[in-house]
């Protein structure tokens, strides 16, 4: 089986995880002695492929400076006669376009992560054309992978979408280190920490109105973000509003040794989004002994599992319920934290492969 995957994401993304999805996929599924795998990725600013691939790579690393547009027309232009010389039988398009990168007889497959574009569009500009250009993308392709049972619902119900032309295939875990960073000193208080954007459907504003409400939170423990940006006006605003120490909110950012030392340190993750389509920080969380609370919303709760403690997130007092139960009860967060251990079994980078390879093979035999 030649198996294709396409440019797009790895022209946009240096890191990041989807590129790291499709980066997995293509070095496990080359391991197959029924496969050949090649990337054609001819001008890619992605750091993951420049790491080298088990399988061919075609393509160069260009400088972060070559604007966007530049790279996906050049990448667009050339890519046409290298496809046809392959002639592949499975092209795994890495984002969606609106058209097919070339005309062939291969069959197509995109990946659905979330609806997010379609159910909070509030949270995007009027200029994001991600919605408009999902919809063409997954009337065009042959099959369409979803990344949870909840997201191939929404995918169904939102775009209309023939059931049979979908798939659920899991995430692996993401998070890879050589080494796990120690706390700093500093940090006295035992952390409550917070993964990942902040902006809207993300709920942190929740999670700091719950752990304002909270004298025991408020005086033991400090929340620590990590990723997403310094805190904004608004953040620093609100926690005044709750009476939140500044000291009490730190924001870091850094590589996976720092957010591996983050998830080794933590008293408990929280995760209260209101809407995800699969959830990788609480598996990131639970592989190293970090409890994890969250949300009981969208694919959570079939991500967690009984591995988490749940909670409604637009519910800020059952969130704090939530919260206290855990830190204040040794024995619940070791529960979690030994559930957690037998959880991410279930999530690995190796089944990844094997179900989307078995998509493959079950696309072509018709």
């Known amino acids: 089986m030649r198996i294709l995957y396409d440019h797009q994401i790895f022209s946009s993304q240096q890191y990041g995880g989807i590129s790291r999805y499709f980066y997995e996929l293509a070095s496990r599924i080359s391991e197959y002695t029924d496969t050949d795998v090649t990337v054609l990725a001819l001008a890619y600013i992605n750091q993951y492929l420049s790491n080298g691939l088990p399988c061919k790579l075609i393509g160069q690393h260009f400088p972060y400076i070559l604007t966007g547009l530049l790279r996906k027309t050049f990448n667009n232009i050339i890519s046409k006669p290298f496809i046809k010389h392959y002639k592949p039988d499975i092209i795994h398009e890495t984002y969606y376009s609106s058209r097919p990168i070339t ?12 609806m997010i574009h379609e159910k909070f569009e509030d949270n995007f500009s009027r200029r994001d054309k991600t919605q408009k250009i999902k919809a063409h993308a997954v009337r065009r392709v042959d099959h369409v992978i979803c990344i949870s049972e909840n997201t191939r619902r929404d995918l169904i119900a939102l ?27 500093e940090w ?8 990942g954007s902040r902006e809207g459907y993300k709920n942190f504003e929740g999670l700091l109105r719950a752990y304002g409400h909270s004298p025991l939170l408020k005086n033991e423990f400090s929340i620590v973000c990590f990723g997403g940006g310094g805190l904004s006006t608004r953040e620093l605003s609100l926690a005044e509003s709750l009476h939140i120490s500044r000291d009490n909110i730190l924001h870091v950012s850094g590589t996976d040794d720092i957010l591996a030392g983050l998830y080794a340190s933590a008293t408990v993750l929280v995760y209260p989004s209101l809407y995800e389509g699969f959830g990788i920080p609480p598996l990131e969380a639970m592989s190293f ?8 919303v969208s694919s959570l709760p079939e991500v ?21 139960r855990v830190v204040s009860t040794p024995e619940r967060a070791q529960l979690l934290v030994d559930r957690g251990y037998e959880r991410i079994k279930l999530f690995s980078w190796e089944k990844c492969a094997i179900d989307t390879l078995n998509v493959y093979k079950k696309l072509l035999q018709g």
């Not at 005309?103 to 979330?114: F, L, P, R, W």
């Not at 006295?188 to 993964?195: A, D, E, S, T, W």
């Not at 749940?310 to 007092?317: E, G, I, K, N, V």
Request: charged share 20%; glycine share 4%.
């Open 304 to 324: 967690v599992g009984d591995a988490a403690e749940l909670f409604d997130p637009t519910d800020d007092a059952e969130m704090l319920t939530s919260i206290e």
């Open 159 to 185: 775009l209309d979408v023939p059931a049979e032309k979908t798939s659920v295939v899991y995430l692996g875990s993401s998070l890879v280190t050589q080494k796990v960073a120690v706390k700093p000193a």
């Open 188 to 195: 006295r208080k035992p952390f409550i920490l917070y993964v």
């Open 103 to 114: 005309t062939t007889k291969a069959k197509t497959v995109i990946t659905v992560y979330d």
């Open 289 to 296: 002994g970090c409890p994890v609370v969250s949300a009981n």
